[in-house]
């Protein structure tokens, strides 16, 4: 068991700008703090993106803190230039990423300590940082039929571009900007597309700026003050009229429908009665925060969700969520791992009663 002062899970946007601030504030690497990353590559959940997402399709929200991110070709895919970048920014800042690292569980120790869990070893940490993400927790709604369905069925998580869309009529659930990119692409090759939401999406002109990202963490960041499940940032954003939004909408595919009811062999039905043909349903419908390891901190509230004062778990002060409700996407991943390293520093100023010696403290250069 090795013994540290914070670990950080996760090696995303959230857990590398935990990192970054984390080494700003004077906490040593490998003694002070380690990373803990489940990937075999740098990127987080950018690794995995569809190759035909491209640099002009994606928000600019995804850079890190302390570096200026030199701009890439705009026709190149997101799912190499982002995780390039990431690359480059833990070499540059010395940041002590250890992968590839599956953490199982996060249980209460001994001497104030947590203790971080899985097949690669265990931690006791005075502190850990949770900046898991949610990508590999993709949201699959339940609808009646769903396992009848003679078509195909997949997730955004598992989109990889319009091939294989050929000549089939496609429905695509969800009413973000995941959507809007399976519609724009999909439309070019299928024999028809359907777009269906829960509620009328919400359109909004000019550019997503500060003002509004802050607007929308706080509403999200409203929720899990209460306990309450946090709900989705994105969701919180409406839809801007970004590459993908005009693209889908100059084709004409960005006519919203209500959602179905049921799932036929081959189709779908809604409430009147009404059907209609499908051979494959694009589950644009967002992610889970995963943070199944965190499960035996007993964490949850009666009202679902886990209440945090800032990035802080309430019911364990020593526990920070980076990248779960108001940080749980790209628009407040950096502030929070800010947040988050600040006030570890100020919890862990005196060192604990079991630890002898001080750690050396180091900042970047």
Known sequence: MDKVDVVVIGAGQAGLSSAY??????????????????????GGAWRH??????????????????THREQAGLTLPAASVVPGYYAAYERRFELPVLRPVTVRAVTRGERGRLLVSGPAGRWAARAVVNATGTWTR????????AADFR????????????????????VVVGGGTSAAHVLSEVADVAAGTMWLTRRPPVFHDGAF????????????EQRVRAGLPPGSVVGATGLGYTVTVRQAREKGVLNRLPMFSRILPDGVQWADGHTAHADVIVWATGFRSAIDHLAPLRLREAGGGIRLDG???VAEPRLHLVGYGPSASTIGANR???????????????????????????QPT
Do not use: C
Not at 209 to 220: P, Q
């Open 21 to 42: 601030f984390l080494r700003r504030f004077g906490f040593a690497p490998g003694a002070g703090f380690v990373v803990l990353d489940a990937g075999d590559g740098p």
């Open 49 to 66: 993106r569809s190759p035909t997402l491209t640099m002009d399709k994606v928000h600019d929200v995804f850079d890190l803190p302390g």
């Open 138 to 145: 993709p949201h699959w709604p339940y609808y009646p039929g």
């Open 151 to 170: 078509g195909r069925q997949l997730h955004y998580a598992d989109y990889r571009g319009p091939d294989g869309f050929a000549g089939l009529d496609v």
């Open 209 to 220: 700026g500060e003002e509004m990202r802050r607007e929308a963490v706080a509403r999200v």
């Open 311 to 313: 990035t802080r778990v």
């Open 336 to 362: 929070a791992g800010r947040a988050a390293a600040a006030e570890i520093r100020d919890l862990l100023r005196e060192p604990a009663a079991s630890d002898t010696a001080q750690h050396a403290m180091t």
